[in-house]
């Protein structure tokens, strides 16, 4: 009997605790419900102000990286034009000299 008694006992006691405890989350909940969470976003304003300002100051150098880059490339093509025209020249200037040492050796011959 005495088994049973200390059984019920420990049974009695952690009910008592179960119960504290959920009086206890009970009142947790209900200062919780109240209450007003806000969010200081001062320091990711912040944050966020500095990274606009880098990518701002990135873009900026990329749109002036463009445009001496398209500056140069239209250099480049006026200096290939020319380029290509001496190229052809030189080239008409050559074949027509060794045609006329060739035509010159047959009438020498």
Do not use: C, P
Not at 60 to 89: C, G, H, P, R, S
Not at 99 to 104: G, K
């Amino acid at each position: 009997m005495t088994r049973i008694t200390q059984q019920m006992e420990l049974l009695t006691t952690e009910v008592e605790r179960f119960q504290n405890d959920v009086k206890r989350l009970e009142g947790i909940n209900e200062n919780l419900q109240g209450l007003r969470v806000s969010i200081d976003l001062k320091e990711l304003k912040t944050f966020m102000d500095h990274y606009n300002n880098l990518l701002k100051r990135q873009s900026a150098e990329q749109n002036q990286f463009y445009i001496k880059m398209d500056v140069l490339f239209k250099k480049t093509k006026v200096f290939l034009t020319w380029l290509m025209i001496t190229f052809i020249l030189t080239t008409l200037l050559i074949g027509g000299s060794i045609i006329y040492i060739l035509s010159t050796k047959v009438n020498a011959l």
